[in-house]
């Protein structure tokens, strides 16, 4: 889809929110009457108002706080979201924590290390943030929708949902504006960020963005959003004075008019470093990884390079000139620093600042990393790193305590780091919220769940790099590897495992187990050879097989409509695209369909979620689906015949697998 089309389809999609949020009233409460579309929320199952109400009763914002009670108040002043966040009530450190496995919103005392209450969610969280009256905002990922909840007076008595907003394919990151006039949300599968009124949820506008975004941070004087993206060398900025028009990017693999085959990923999180004056933010950090997609491609049997295929780094920006700081394609030193791959945080998932110091937040290493801020890339300047038990997805420091919070979702733990300075980095104390494992994950997938993400485990790879690094949550990076038979694409694996073999870019394993000890040595790992090594990868294929997949929003009637066109097309034998793909899958088959020298056949893929998986083809020589459907007539399918018409209804099939 064209970025002019998907930006018309985002906005069709928006303008369809627009009285589509909800209310959800405490069972206790008496249900507020139906809000106008003015409010954007409607209470759920309320009985319908009548003309003399609608017409001359002003309609209650159903978002609003219901009782005046005193409630924990956010710490930080700014309102950016992390999967943790801060609170106080008196003397009470709160901290509220999104656990996406158990669908909950739990409520911990940080002092008395308890958990006070856990709140049932609709969904899965993604992150969190607290607004300025106590109330809090998630983001559920699974649910395509956010959601705003009232604390109780007593933090033993958990949250009550308020109301509630749709929200394009996946929301993730949240960020509020200094006056919480507004409230930004990021959409990863729906590749958009939306902003929603601040007192009402009422969806204002969406901005097309590239693949994949995650964190969003907003300069204190509201002209401008920074976002990150897990995929795509890139960190947009989009003109808030004109969001539908302006936007524009930081080439994160360009620096001072040089090319590089390294590419840049795994852009989970931004922190904003302000200086003196607290209304000008004068840089953006963004922790990330460098990846050498040619290096290595000597062997036929090796991604990458077998040395430094993949160093992280900080990418620095100048909010002013928009650009990089430093060289951030210089990671050597990183590495060295880091005490090796082994030792390197190449899954940055969490940060925070503290003062002058950034927290980090690594899987794989499972480790908080303290790093100078300062400093042109903040990853050559390691001041210590703290411990802390698997999975931290979520760092919140506490102003004027010396202290920060992480969690970890895989131990379901919150941990206490101690930032004075001189204290040692002994492990944590711990709080565990729950001792159960979650639904649908049971103890072999959640070790093996662990496993992907392991970046120091020498099985897996022999430069550091685990499963996560190129199936970015289960996903894949956008990168083509140079091989000596041509270019190679990743491939995603989330909501396709399940559907058999072969296995591989040729289609050369049957078995999967086999499929994943020859990934291992292509890393350049030792693979598996003993008992306790097949246990451990028969759990990492275990969790291959549950990986969440996407789950997109409903279509409205003029998509399904197309949908339902490009659906015959699909499947008229004169396209022949259900030939090879039978149901949008696969037929198991192998083809020669490149054209190249090298006449390699190429494995049939699944097309489930190839929307999502741009660029296409198995060398990522098209950037489009459009591009591919033109560009492949004759050698795969017969679409040369088809009006643009019709191509754009079969492109709406297609991303709609």
Known sequence: MSPRSRLAWIAALVAAFAGACTSAPRAAAPKPPRASAAHGARALGAAATSPAQSDTRPLPNPCARRHSDAVALPESPVRQSSTIALARLADRTIAYVADADRRALHTVDVDSRAVLATTPLGGAPSQLVVLADGRVVVSLRDANRIT???PAPAPEQGLAPLCEARTPSEPIGLFVTPNESTLFVTSGWGHALTAFAGDTLEPRYAVALPREPRAVYVEPSGRRAFVS???????SIVDLEDPLHARRSVDLRRHNGENSSRHTGQGFVLSALVGTNPEHVTRLLAPMVSVDQDAG???????????????????VVDTTSESLLGRHLSVLGGLERAGGPEKACTLPRAAALAGDRLLLGCLGVDAVLELDARARDPMHFERRRFRVPAGPMGIAAEPGRERAV???QFAATVSVLDLHEGAATKPAAEIVVSKELPPGLGSVEARGRILFHATNDPRISGDGRACASCHIDGREDGITWQTPEGRHQTIMLAGRMNEGAPFGWRGETIALRHHVGRTMKRLAGRGVFSGADFADLDALIAYLKVMPAPVRVEP?????????RGRELFDDPRQGCATCHPGGG??????DVARSPYHIPFDTPSLRFVGGTAPYFHDGRYATLGDLLRGVDGTMGHTGSLSDDELRALEAYLEDL
């Open 406 to 408: 992480v969690w970890s």
């Open 586 to 591: 696969t037929d198991r088959s192998a083809y």
């Open 297 to 315: 491609s000597i062997s036929t049997e090796t991604y990458g390079s077998r040395f430094l295929a993949a160093a992280p780094l900080v990418a």
């Open 229 to 235: 993206h897990a995929v795509g060398d890139q960190i």
């Open 556 to 564: 409205d009637e003029a998509r399904r409509v197309l949908v339902a």
């Open 148 to 150: 705003l909840l009232e």
